[in-house]
């Protein structure tokens, strides 16, 4: 009932920023919670950034001070900024959209490398 759509990854360097866009779509009303997770090669699919319908935010520790998540509600869009990147940060990051159901929705991912 939902789609979503990312955006916005890239190649960067340390200490550089990054936003990545979710656009979502569909049964917007359903939404409980809107969430970024990231995967490296050889790692579980971790939660990164989260942001509940009522607009309370949690993140992972490592990314605490330097990602913030963010939406646009006329826009249907949840944004992931990253600042200050480190190597560790490098992974494909998804969107996910947890309905009240708890359904889950996933987008199809965006690359993030941060290399020098």
């Known amino acids: 009932q939902v789609q979503l759509v990312e955006s916005g990854g890239g190649l960067v360097q340390p200490g550089g920023s990054l936003r990545l866009s979710c656009a979502a779509s569909?049964?917007?009303?359903?939404?409980?919670?809107t969430g970024w997770y990231r995967q490296a090669p050889g790692k579980q699919r971790e939660l990164v950034a989260a942001?509940?319908?009522?607009?309370?935010?949690n993140y992972a520790d490592s990314v605490k001070g330097r990602f913030t998540i963010s939406r646009d509600n006329a826009k249907n869009t949840v944004y992931l900024q990253m600042n200050s990147l480190k190597p560790e940060d490098t992974a494909v990051y998804y969107c996910n959209a947890l309905m009240y159901s708890r359904v889950n929705y996933w987008g199809q991912g965006t690359k993030v490398t941060v290399s020098s």
């Open positions: 942001i509940t319908r009522s607009g309370r935010t």
């Open positions: 569909g049964s917007i009303f359903s939404l409980n919670a």
